[in-house]
């Protein structure tokens, strides 16, 4: 190969393309910068659609460059200096491998599962083996650092108040309600997800713990093309799931569609043992206890459609909408559940006892709609600028009928017959704009603003009948309305220099909240300005060397839910209630990261968290008690986070993630004082294998230790999945076949003390289960336009 390239006087880059002996270019090829001296790997990046490649920021001296892809050998360039600002290299060209050279093979590059960026892991769940008949909810709490609660709450490192979006829209939903959502959400639609732990300005300042930023498929491909697949699972009960897809691209135009039906069963096990004290002579006397038993019986029926469209006014602009509805069938039932409750003295004696078979009927259609704009305007000098703008509507409908026949048979009592209705509607409207601008060859200014506006109103009813006589439930009928209006702005200032990387962020978030409900003293009104800044600065020490250092200050605002004085029933002694007094939590947040060889890396962070907003069990009485979010006082997080990522051989890929951390809490309730801390370690490891021809397999192995969450202490558990494939056809389509929870290891224990009162609780939901599907692809796989790269892949390069 010659060993021509052109030097400019512009960025200090170098750039080049990867392309087929045929000169068609390689997406996702793996490409290496070396130090010529010895080979040692500086950096490592991905060619893109086009199969061009970039490295920035290139210090002056020898290198080479690799570049290599499934299917084809390794190549190497000739070595070549670097002493100006940009080097443009000739195309390298990737030759098939001997083992692939008899035969016609189409390459299909396929992404790591886990790639760590500056600020974010990125989780490339398309093509994961795990992921087959899964639901968004099961691969998440696989993720690396991500666990679930045993009441839906998702927590990243250890700590909960996380921001998630889909597609970069903001979610209105938290707590179990985001849980069912994401449940219902099979993971064979995800493209990606991505954990950001430091999010930049231009985010939402909503998080305290991070973001979750689940990313949807979306074919690009030239042409007509399509894709579908069909999974059926079964655990204790069965799970069906069928999806189609297709795009159209001709030139300007992009028409893409995808729909995915799903029938499910599941169930829960929920057993909770309550201890009640009395103060006697200033000590707590035992009281009384009871013994629950719960077991729930879910069904799901749905059916997920996303329609949309680009099409490109110009080679720099870009005009766009997606539709996204979420059907169901008229009021249908949602499950059944069985509870058996007993009652003792402090003797032991059994005092009472009822059982209460309940049922659920519910219909929660919704829709999301989203126009977005972008426009790249001619390159200067300095660099290229860059408008983009995005409106978004989103609906949601919620109607769901609760009967709940409670018998006491042994005191006698009367049956009673109680009935919930719940009708409820949210609506939210955004618009924001964002503008980018090279002010030099390193230096890159970045503003926006964003509106939104959030409007719910949930009307619940609740009717008791006994010996056929029926009235209303004053203490549970309620009606609230919810709105909120937050406007926000931001600037985001990069500057690049030799061996730093500075990124100074200011967003500003005025916020009006007012809650509305039945009872107007319970009605409130919350108006404040905040200004949330965040700073990094990454050093690079050498190629082998790289660290990073990273401020914020972030906010968790209480959801409407959470905010909502219903009361929800789960059996006649436990009910949730939303809590109107909740303040919003704020944060500091502090990291220290240190990357060894552009892979290992160390991070240590700090947090301070004021009100910090946690889920709390409160006694009301000596036989019942009330599940609902408070304030405490101050809530302190340190953390150790350690990645490793290894090729043990060409067929095998393992990555390895490790969180050791510290959270203490402080607060009051109940009459019971909290200053209590404990360490926790989760660990999670990955191992991925290509074997030939076509054969893969995965496994996927976490462990988290006993950990504090407010006044919940929660068991250790773990979770062990395997899954295989095989690519059919010409990998046109693949089997998969996995299994999940294979050792039955992910029930939840916890444990919650007051002064008067303890709760121990178990949770085990259907999480055993064994899942065959097929994937299968139509149509061709002609690269895609240059321009239409997904706006998320700037921001990534960007982050790095």
Same mark, same amino acid.
């Given at each position: 190969? @010659?060993?021509?390239?052109v030097?400019a006087?512009?960025?200090?880059?170098?750039?080049?393309?990867?392309? @087929?002996a045929? %000169?068609?270019?390689?997406? =996702?090829a793996?490409?290496?910068?070396h130090?010529?001296?010895?080979?040692?790997?500086?950096?490592?990046?991905?060619?893109?659609?086009?199969?061009?490649?970039?490295?920035?920021?290139?210090?002056?001296?020898?290198?080479?460059?690799?570049?290599?892809?499934?299917?084809f050998?390794?190549?190497?360039?000739?070595?070549?200096?670097?002493?100006?600002?940009?080097?443009?290299?000739?195309a390298?060209?990737?030759?098939?491998?001997? /083992?692939?050279?008899?035969?016609?093979?189409?390459?299909?590059?396929?992404?790591p599962?886990y790639e760590?960026?500056?600020?974010?892991?990125?989780?490339?769940?398309?093509?994961?083996?795990?992921?087959?008949?899964?639901?968004?909810?099961?691969?998440?709490?696989? /993720?690396?650092?991500?666990?679930?609660?045993?009441?839906?709450?998702?927590?990243?490192?250890?700590?909960?108040?996380?921001?998630v979006?889909i597609?970069?829209?903001r979610?209105?939903m938290?707590g179990s309600?985001?849980?069912?959502?994401?449940?219902?959400l099979?993971a064979?639609?995800?493209?990606?997800?991505?954990?950001i732990?430091?999010?930049?300005?231009k985010?939402?300042?909503?998080?305290?713990? %991070?973001?979750?930023?689940?990313?949807?498929?979306?074919d690009?491909?030239?042409?007509?093309?399509?894709?579908?697949?069909?999974?059926?699972g079964?655990?204790?009960f069965?799970?069906?799931s069928?999806?189609?897809?297709?795009?159209?691209?001709?030139?300007?135009?992009?028409?893409?569609?995808?729909?995915?039906?799903?029938?499910?069963?599941?169930?829960?096990?929920?057993?909770?043992q309550?201890t009640?004290y009395?103060?006697? $002579?200033?000590?707590?006397?035992?009281?009384?206890?009871?013994?629950?038993r719960?077991y729930?019986?879910?069904?799901?029926?749905?059916?997920?459609?996303?329609?949309?469209?680009?099409?490109d006014?110009?080679k720099?602009?870009?005009?766009?909408?997606?539709?996204?509805?979420?059907?169901?069938?008229?009021?249908?039932?949602?499950?059944? @559940?069985?509870?058996?409750s007993?009652?003792?003295?402090?003797?032991?004696?059994l005092?009472?006892?009822?059982?209460?078979?309940?049922? %659920?009927?519910?219909?929660?259609?919704?829709?999301?709609?989203?126009?977005?704009?972008?426009?790249?305007?001619?390159g200067?000098?300095?660099?290229?600028?860059?408008?983009?703008?995005?409106?978004?509507?989103?609906?949601?409908?919620t109607?769901r009928?609760?009967?709940?026949?409670?018998?006491?048979?042994?005191?006698?009592?009367?049956?009673r017959?109680?009935?919930?209705?719940?009708?409820?509607?949210?609506?939210?409207?955004a618009?924001?704009?964002?503008?980018?601008?090279?002010?030099?060859?390193g230096t890159?200014?970045?503003?926006?603003?964003?509106?939104?506006?959030?409007?719910?109103?949930?009307?619940?009813?609740?009717?008791?009948t006994?010996?056929g006589?029926?009235?209303?439930?004053? %203490?549970r009928?309620?009606?609230f309305? =919810?709105?909120?209006?937050?406007?926000?702005?931001?600037?985001t200032?990069?500057?690049?220099h030799?061996?730093?990387?500075?990124?100074?962020g200011?967003?500003?978030?005025?916020?009006?909240?007012?809650?509305?409900?039945?009872?107007?003293?319970?009605a409130?009104r919350?108006?404040?300005?905040?200004?949330?800044?965040?700073?990094?600065?990454?050093?690079?020490?050498?190629?082998?060397?790289?660290?990073?250092?990273a401020?914020?200050?972030?906010?968790n605002r209480p959801?409407?839910?959470?905010l909502?004085?219903?009361r929800?029933?789960?059996?006649?002694?436990?009910?949730?209630?939303?809590?109107p007094?909740l303040l919003p939590e704020?944060? =500091?947040?502090?990291?220290?990261?240190?990357?060894?060889q552009?892979?290992?890396?160390?991070?240590?962070?700090?947090?301070?968290?004021?009100?910090?907003?946690?889920?709390?069990?409160?006694?009301?009485?000596t036989?019942?008690?009330? @599940?609902?979010?408070?304030?405490?006082?101050?809530?302190?997080?340190?953390?150790?986070?350690?990645?490793?990522?290894?090729?043990?051989t060409?067929?095998?890929?393992?990555?390895?993630?490790?969180?050791?951390?510290?959270?203490?809490?402080?607060?009051?309730l109940?009459?019971?004082?909290?200053?209590?801390?404990?360490?926790?370690?989760?660990?999670?490891?990955?191992h991925?294998? /290509?074997?030939?021809?076509?054969?893969?397999?995965?496994?996927?192995?976490?462990?988290?230790?006993?950990q504090?969450?407010g006044?919940?202490?929660?068991r $250790?558990?773990?979770?062990l999945?395997l899954?295989?494939?095989?690519?059919?056809?010409?990998?046109?389509a693949?089997?998969?076949?996995a299994a999940?929870?294979?050792?039955?290891?992910?029930?939840?224990?916890?444990?919650?003390?007051?002064?008067?009162?303890?709760?121990r609780? =178990?949770?085990?939901?259907d999480?055993r289960t064994?899942?065959?599907?097929?994937s299968?692809?139509?149509?061709?796989?002609?690269?895609?336009?240059?321009?239409?790269?997904?706006?998320?892949d700037?921001?990534?390069?960007?982050?790095?």
């Open positions: 190969m @010659s060993p021509a390239w030097q006087q512009s960025a200090a880059t170098v750039s080049g393309a990867v392309r @087929s045929a %000169g068609a270019p390689i997406d =996702y793996t490409v290496t910068l130090r010529a001296q010895d080979s040692t790997v500086v950096k490592t990046e991905f060619s893109d659609a086009q199969g061009g490649f970039r490295f920035e920021a290139a210090p002056a001296g020898q290198y080479l460059v690799s570049a290599s892809q499934v299917g050998g390794r190549q190497w360039s000739r070595p070549f200096d670097v002493s100006g600002e940009k080097v443009s290299m000739p390298l060209t990737l030759a098939a491998s001997a /083992a692939t050279q008899l035969k016609e093979v189409q390459v299909v590059g396929q992404k599962l760590r960026l500056a600020d974010r892991t990125v989780v490339n769940v398309e093509g994961s083996t795990l992921a087959a008949g899964n639901t968004t909810l099961e691969v998440l709490s696989r /993720a690396p650092g991500v666990s679930v609660d045993g009441n839906d709450n998702l927590a990243l490192r250890g700590r909960t108040g996380l921001l979006l597609d970069g829209k979610q209105p938290t309600e985001l849980a069912d959502y994401l449940r219902a099979p064979d639609q995800l493209r990606s997800i991505e954990l732990t430091n999010p930049p300005a985010y939402d300042a909503q998080g305290t713990a %991070g973001i979750i930023d689940i990313r949807l498929k979306k690009q491909r030239q042409g007509p093309n399509g894709s579908g697949s069909l999974s059926y079964r655990g204790r069965g799970r069906f069928g999806t189609m897809s297709g795009n159209y691209r001709r030139n300007r135009l992009n028409l893409f569609a995808s729909t995915t039906y799903t029938k499910r069963q599941s169930y829960s096990i929920r057993n909770t309550r009640y009395e103060t006697r $002579d200033g000590q707590p006397a035992l009281a009384s206890t009871t013994d629950q719960n729930y019986v879910g069904q799901d029926h749905f059916l997920i459609y996303r329609l949309g469209a680009d099409y006014l110009s720099n602009t870009t005009l766009g909408g997606v539709v996204t509805g979420f059907a169901v069938p008229r009021p249908h039932p949602h499950g059944y @559940s069985t509870n058996l007993r009652f003792y003295d402090a003797t032991g004696q005092t009472d006892s009822y059982t209460g078979p309940g049922t %659920g009927r519910g219909y929660n259609p919704n829709i999301t709609a989203n126009l977005n704009f972008r426009h790249t305007f001619p200067s000098a300095a660099g290229k600028r860059e408008l983009s703008a995005d409106a978004d509507y989103a609906y949601y409908y109607n009928l609760q009967t709940l026949l409670t018998a006491f048979p042994l005191s006698g009592r009367p049956e017959l109680l009935r919930g209705d719940q009708t409820g509607t949210l609506s939210i409207q618009a924001k704009a964002d503008y980018a601008q090279a002010l030099s060859a890159t200014l970045e503003g926006g603003a964003k509106v939104s506006r959030v409007h719910a109103d949930n009307d619940l009813r609740f009717d008791n006994v010996e006589v029926t009235m209303v439930d004053p %203490g009928t309620n009606r309305r =919810y709105d909120e209006v937050i406007s926000a702005g931001y600037l200032l990069t500057h690049t030799a061996k730093l990387n500075l990124q100074l200011l967003r500003g978030e005025q916020t009006h909240a007012r809650g509305v409900p039945l009872d107007a003293a319970q409130f919350r108006d404040y300005f905040q200004l949330f800044p965040n700073a990094s600065l990454k050093y690079t020490a050498s190629p082998r060397h790289e660290w990073t250092l401020l914020s200050r972030r906010i959801s409407y839910r959470q909502n004085p219903f929800f029933v789960l059996d006649p002694t436990t009910t949730s209630a939303g809590n007094g704020t944060s =500091y947040n502090l990291e220290l990261s240190h990357t060894f552009q892979k290992f890396t160390a991070a240590v962070s700090y947090s301070r968290t004021a009100d910090p907003i946690t889920d709390v069990a409160v006694p009301e009485s036989t019942s008690t009330v @599940s609902k979010y408070v304030n405490l006082r101050r809530q302190h997080y340190a953390a150790l986070t350690l990645t490793a990522p290894l090729t043990p060409k067929w095998w890929q393992v990555y390895n993630n490790a969180v050791f951390f510290y959270v203490r809490y402080q607060g009051e109940a009459g019971t004082a909290l200053n209590r801390g404990q360490g926790a370690f989760n660990a999670s490891s990955n991925t294998f /290509a074997f030939g021809p076509g054969w893969g397999a995965e496994l996927n192995a976490s462990y988290y230790s006993a504090r969450e006044f919940f202490v929660f $250790d558990f773990g979770q999945n899954g295989v494939k095989k690519d059919l056809w010409n990998r046109k693949t089997l998969k076949l999940n929870d294979v050792l039955r290891t992910t029930p939840l224990h916890a444990v919650s003390r007051y002064t008067n009162y303890e709760e609780l =178990y949770l085990r939901r999480a064994l899942t065959l599907s097929l299968w692809r139509l149509g061709g796989d002609g690269p895609t336009p240059a321009n239409r790269r997904r706006g998320a700037d921001e990534m390069r960007r982050a790095q």
